[in-house]
């Protein structure tokens, strides 16, 4: 068969050709062949079985898969994998220190009770690392506008914006 | 999700020759925050994607230049908002783009595909179970006889109603903004204005580009205009939603007195709304809150409600006369 045929009967068989994709994670070079029709969600998730980014609504709608990606904050439920090639993803998983010791954001979650069901949680936290790190943590009302694209069902939004304010002074410290 | 294949454009050059004449199915892939969103959906069913990401030479933002600010077509959202020289000068554009989604959507979204989103209408979105011309022509229009609450007061058809979503596209055309595309037979330069049709009959043809034609920059001529600006959306609630009615204004002042006002309208028509009606009857006059609100009624002078939205005519109003105030602030 040729490449043109043999695409043309994948595409019968509901398969689409693989794409070679090489990206680092949280440190690491991953290889794969995808299929081109992959998030970069269900990348981690699925194929390197890192859970931490959650699904929510698939749509970029709530942030619940917020991820970094050459250090800027996406959803990664509406970043085809294939366009990660060559690129570096960090997820919740790798935030902190290799010894254990919690990122100041995740402890200021937990101290300030900025979550319930804890669902949007890696999203609503890997959001805040890049809001304070974007210089967007000045006051409640530029956390509150920076922090609208993480929704979460709990309702737990007052105790995100104060671990926020909490963990911005401390990060800025460091 | 439809299968089909990926590459990567290497020139834009490469690029239109990869898309224009290989039919309706093939087609760009920029941020993908509406493509990939819509191919989730099954609404868009392309079976070749063609990546422009890597086109390095469509990233700049340049404002430094003599008498326009030139953005390329790549250039994400979040930078072009956070550009020290737009918020300062021209504050309606970089409004427009941090008051539009969320900054995870803003670092990914470029401009070209900005100007192109479709619309949020949700029977176009919600598929099979509702007719709709714009997805299935010929169809019938489910908004007409459901829910119209989001839909279009402005530039309307009995075909299709669907507001036009973005934000940007709004500022663009308050300040008289072009593209330059380029397509199989050399490059082209289009209005913002004229680059977004109203549905008439054929809701499903959206804009005035041709097959394979790729936008490579916005361009916005310069005007002291700019500081005096503002882009004012008004939601249902205070951040991370598209406008119920928005207003992009831009004042030339002498003293009290208007001598020259640029007003677009958003979230109400269809496409983005070019307000003339009501930069005229302003000029020449002292800007008050009484000549704003006649300002914002005359925006919506040709209004034509639906079922569920003639409550966005006093909303729309109120929006651009808001704006005008804000605007007056900075001159
Ligand atoms: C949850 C959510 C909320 C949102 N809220 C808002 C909002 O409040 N206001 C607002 O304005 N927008 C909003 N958006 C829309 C968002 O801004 C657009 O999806 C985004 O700007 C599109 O850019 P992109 O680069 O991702 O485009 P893509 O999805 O890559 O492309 C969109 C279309 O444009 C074509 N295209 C892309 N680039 C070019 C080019 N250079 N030349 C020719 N064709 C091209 C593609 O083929 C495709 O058809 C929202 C989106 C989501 C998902
Ligand atoms: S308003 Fe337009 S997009 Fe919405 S259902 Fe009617 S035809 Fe479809
Ligand atoms: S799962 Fe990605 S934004 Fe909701
Ligand atoms: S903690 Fe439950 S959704 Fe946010």
């Known amino acids: ?174 | 999700m439809q299968t089909f294949s990926y590459t990567r454009a290497e020139t834009v050059e490469d690029a239109v020759r990869s898309v224009a004449g290989a039919g309706p199915r093939t087609c760009f892939i920029a941020g993908g925050t509406t493509l990939y969103d819509l191919m989730k959906l099954n609404l868009e069913t392309p079976n070749k994607i063609v990546d422009i990401t890597g086109l390095r030479d469509l990233n700049h933002i340049d404002a430094g230049g003599h008498s326009e600010l030139v953005f390329g077509a790549l250039a994400r959202m979040s930078d072009v908002a956070a550009h020290p020289q737009i918020a300062d000068e021209y504050p309606a554009i970089s409004e427009s783009l941090w008051r539009a989604a969320s900054q995870q959507l803003r670092n990914v979204a470029t401009l070209g595909g900005n100007l192109l989103q479709r619309t949020r209408c949700v029977y176009f979105r919600g598929g099979e179970p509702f007719a709709c011309n714009k997805r299935d022509p010929g169809s019938g229009c489910a908004a007409q006889q459901g829910n119209d609450r989001g839909h279009a007061l402005l530039g309307g058809s009995s075909s299709c109603v669907a507001v036009y979503p973005g934000d940007l596209a709004v500022a663009l055309v308050a300040f008289d903004a072009k593209i330059d595309v380029l397509g199989v037979t050399g490059e082209r330069t289009i209005a913002v204005e004229a680059l977004h049709r109203e549905p008439g009959t054929s809701p499903n043809v959206e804009t005035t580009l041709k097959s394979g034609e790729l936008i490579l920059r916005v361009r916005v001529p310069k005007t002291t205009m700019g500081r005096a600006s503002t882009y004012h959306k008004i939601r249902d609630r205070e951040s991370y939603a598209f406008a119920l009615a928005s207003a992009a204004v831009a004042l030339d002042m002498d003293g009290d007195t208007v001598r020259d006002a640029r007003i677009a309208i958003g979230g109400l028509a269809t496409r983005p709304w070019r307000a003339r009606a009501a930069e005229q009857v302003l000029a020449g006059k002292t800007l008050s809150q009484r000549t704003a609100r006649q300002a914002g009624d005359a925006a919506l002078h040709e209004a034509k409600p639906g079922r569920n939205n003639s409550f966005r005519i006093e909303l729309g109003a109120r929006t651009v006369a808001d704006a005008l105030m804000i605007a007056r602030q900075r001159a």
């Open chain 1, 1 to 174: 068969m040729t490449a043109d045929e043999q695409a043309a009967d994948q595409a019968a068989r509901g398969e689409s050709e693989r794409v070679d994709v090489t990206l680092t994670v949280n440190g690491e070079t991953r290889s794969l062949a995808i299929d081109p029709r992959t998030s970069l969600l269900d990348l981690l998730r699925e194929h390197l079985a890192l859970t931490g980014a959650k699904k929510g609504c698939d749509h970029g709608q709530c942030g619940a898969c917020t991820v970094h990606l050459d250090g800027r904050r996406i959803v990664s439920c509406l970043m085809p994998a294939v366009q990660t090639d060559g690129r570096a993803v960090k997820t919740i998983e790798a935030l902190a220190s290799p010894n254990g010791e919690l990122h100041p954001m995740q402890r200021a979650f937990i101290d300030h009770d900025a979550l319930q069901c804890g669902y949007c949680t890696p999203g609503q936290i890997m959001a805040a690392v890049a809001c304070v790190d974007e210089g967007h943590a000045g006051s409640t009302e530029e956390i509150r506008e920076y922090m609208s694209g993480n929704i979460c069902r709990c309702g737990a939004y007052v105790g995100v914006v104060s671990a926020i304010q909490d963990a911005a002074a401390k990060m800025r410290r460091t």
